[in-house]
């Protein structure tokens, strides 16, 4: 059973910043992407950030030009570096890996939560 776990995150002020780490217990170069998804209370989790086994990276656009998803494959660990952090960007964050055997059925982590307020 593939894991993965978030950390990195916390409570931090509009405008701030935070980086979510996600270490996964198998090759990261091994699935057909990564991403990361978030949910907030009341609403559906969503996906905000992906990353594709080529490199390609693609963003919601909520957060498209203050998140940035990144991988380090020696370290088997998926990065997103979150600025100009908002109010509406409080939520849990996941970490999700999509096998290519199943791209439409990912593995999840625990979560990690993220409040932005001052």
């Known amino acids: 059973q593939v894991q993965l776990v978030e950390s990195g995150g916390g409570v931090v002020p509009p405008g701030g910043s935070l980086r979510l780490s996600c270490e996964v217990s198998?090759?990261?170069?091994?699935?057909?992407?990564m991403g990361w998804g978030r949910q907030s209370p009341g609403n559906q989790r969503e996906l905000v950030a992906l990353?594709?086994?080529?490199?390609?990276?693609k963003y919601e656009d909520s957060v498209k030009d203050r998140f940035t998803i990144s991988r380090d494959s020696v370290r088997n660990t998926v990065y997103l570096d979150m600025n100009s952090l908002k109010t509406e960007d409080t939520a849990v964050y996941y970490c999700?890996?999509?096998?290519?055997?199943?791209?439409?059925?990912?593995?999840w982590g625990q979560g990690t939560q993220v409040i932005v307020s001052s």
């Open positions: 999700a890996a999509a096998p290519y055997t199943d791209v439409d059925r990912p593995y």
């Open positions: 990353i594709s086994s080529s490199g390609m990276t």
């Open positions: 198998e090759s990261i170069v091994s699935f057909y992407g």
